[in-house]
């Protein structure tokens, strides 16, 4: 049988016969190898969520929000996963990337308050420091799941872009 190699695993060439390829192709899927991000990959979708199973936090904004005083910052934003819901946000300044514990409770309390309850699991995105949100979801007894900005995509991008076209909309009047 004549083969090439990629990605670890065999693929048959024009030569090989199909019904042969067919009868091996099983086992040398099972056996083929991986590379090691392959098992580490997070694929969300919002139907796999339930309403106040996940609250994900995430940046926001796309681009900077600009003040002529104060600088430019990014809306930190806590949001059920499911109905897309915005519990609460916190301004963070673009040059600190550290998240404040204030800021922290802040957020856990908003949607604690408005849902009447807190998730099973907290979506943090690895953009921002949210090691203290990590130890209080901890202490709160609730899941934590870090996510880069890539992987929450698929949860946060309908919702960016509507912040985004409000946001250009009201700053061109």
Request: glycine content about 4%; hydrophobic content about 45%; charged content about 25%.
């Given at each position: 049988m004549t083969t090439i190699e990629a990605l670890g695993v065999l693929l048959p060439t024009e030569e090989v016969d199909?019904?042969?390829?067919?009868?091996?192709?099983?086992?040398?899927?099972s056996e083929a190898v991986f590379p090691d991000w392959w098992e580490d990959a997070v694929v969300f979708e919002q139907s796999q969520f339930d309403v106040n199973d996940a609250w994900v936090v995430f940046r926001l904004n796309s681009v900077p929000?600009?003040?002529?005083?104060?600088?430019?910052?990014?809306?930190?934003?806590?949001?059920?996963?499911?109905?897309?819901?915005?519990?609460?946000?916190?301004?963070?300044?673009?040059?600190?990337?550290?998240?404040?514990?204030?800021?922290?409770?802040?957020?856990?309390?908003?949607?604690?308050?408005?849902?009447?309850?807190?998730?099973?699991?907290?979506?943090?995105?690895?953009?921002?420091?949210?090691?203290?949100?990590?130890?209080?979801?901890?202490?709160?007894?609730?899941?934590?799941?870090?996510?880069?900005?890539?992987?929450?995509l698929p949860l946060v991008s309908e919702t960016r872009e509507i912040f985004r076209e409000s946001f250009e909309r009201r700053g061109s009047n």
């Amino acid at each position: 049988m004549t083969t090439i190699e990629a990605l670890g695993v065999l693929l048959p060439t024009e030569e090989v016969d199909a019904a042969r390829w067919m009868s091996v192709m099983p086992r040398v899927l099972s056996e083929a190898v991986f590379p090691d991000w392959w098992e580490d990959a997070v694929v969300f979708e919002q139907s796999q969520f339930d309403v106040n199973d996940a609250w994900v936090v995430f940046r926001l904004n796309s681009v900077p929000m600009s003040t002529e005083v104060d600088g430019d910052f990014n809306l930190l934003c806590i949001m059920d996963v499911a109905s897309c819901y915005i519990f609460g946000n916190e301004l963070m300044p673009v040059q600190s990337w550290d998240v404040p514990e204030s800021a922290v409770t802040r957020l856990i309390e908003s949607g604690k308050s408005q849902a009447q309850l807190l998730p099973h699991r907290f979506l943090l995105s690895s953009e921002f420091e949210l090691e203290r949100f990590e130890a209080t979801a901890d202490q709160l007894g609730v899941e934590v799941q870090w996510a880069t900005d890539e992987e929450l995509l698929p949860l946060v991008s309908e919702t960016r872009e509507i912040f985004r076209e409000s946001f250009e909309r009201r700053g061109s009047n």
